[in-house]
């Protein structure tokens, strides 16, 4: 299995972006599909999730991002919005069927 993340790149604060993430490979479907980060010397930290169970957002990034996506189809995409530095990170998508799968990571960077 193997998922394949999409959208990072550079913005100023204030600014949007888009993160896309798909799966492919010997996979049914997933339960969970979300994202994590991980800033320079930061452990890494979850974002947000979609699943059978509903869609969760971290502290930090509710009211600015929206996670979106078709589980079924094992896509899934965060849209980022009112960016600031402190979003600066790598973006790791995931997806779970009882076992974590992760993606490559996708670098965001929020600066002036």
């Known amino acids: 299995v193997q998922l394949q993340a999409s959208g990072g790149g550079s913005v100023q604060p204030g600014g949007s972006l888009r993160l896309s993430c798909a799966a492919s490979?010997?996979?049914?479907?997933?339960?969970?599909m979300g994202w994590y980060r991980q800033a320079p010397g930061k452990q890494r930290e979850w974002v947000a999730q979609?699943?059978?169970?509903?869609?969760y957002y971290g502290d930090s990034v509710k009211g600015r991002f929206t996670i979106s996506g078709d589980i079924a189809k094992n896509t899934v995409n965060l849209q980022m919005n009112s960016l600031k530095a402190e979003d600066t990170a790598v973006y790791y998508c995931?997806?779970?069927?009882?076992?974590?799968?992760w993606g490559q990571g996708t670098l965001v960077t929020v600066s002036s």
């Open positions: 995931f997806g779970s069927d009882g076992k974590m799968y």
């Open positions: 490979g010997s996979i049914f479907s997933f339960n969970v």
């Open positions: 979609i699943g059978t169970g509903g869609i």
